[in-house]
């Protein structure tokens, strides 16, 4: 029963956004910022500190991989760990 409730309200918050979205309410008149560009309006030459000019990638692809896999198995063990504590 509890699922049916839980399923019925997933779906209604899912229209309520749905409309909110294609109504554009919550929108502020004069303030039609790009996407992501609010996050950086307010930063005073935001450009030098976002660029990506002279960005030199010395390490192959790969490595950002296995590291990125390393760190997750690590994570898992972790917690694999901390779950058998008592």
Do not use: E, H
Request: glycine share 10%; with cysteine; proline share 5%.
């Amino acid at each position: 029963m509890s699922g049916k409730i839980i399923g019925c309200v997933m779906v209604l918050a899912v229209l309520v956004a749905i409309w909110l979205m294609c109504g554009q309410y919550g929108l502020i008149p004069g303030l039609d910022f790009g996407c992501g560009q609010y996050y950086y309006t307010d930063i005073p030459d935001w450009q030098k500190y976002f660029s990506v000019k002279g960005v030199v990638d010395n390490c192959p692809r790969w490595v950002y991989f296995v590291l990125f896999f390393l760190w997750g198995y690590a994570m898992y063990r972790l917690w694999r760990w901390i779950d058998k504590r008592p």
